[in-house]
């Protein structure tokens, strides 16, 4: 009965985040980052700070699922 709650909380994130929605997870939390440059040295920073909260995340907690949304400028 967990994994069906889990899966289906995962699977209401992910539809959520394909959507542009903020929406919380089961266990999660949302962090919205508004960029003021669009260039390249801040894209790269991002993906570097996207891929060591993701490392550490699964290291630290095996058993979740970290999903990263980007949407375009409003």
Request: avoid cysteine; proline fraction near 4%.
């Amino acid at each position: 009965m967990v994994k069906n709650m889990m899966d289906r909380a995962l699977r209401s994130a992910l539809n959520a985040a394909q959507r542009g929605l903020p929406m919380r997870s089961l266990y999660g939390h949302i962090l919205t980052i508004f960029l003021s440059k669009h260039n390249k040295e801040t894209h790269d920073t991002l993906l570097t700070l996207i891929q060591k909260s993701d490392d550490e995340t699964i290291k630290n907690y095996p058993d979740s699922a970290f999903v990263v949304d980007f949407a375009p400028a409003l």
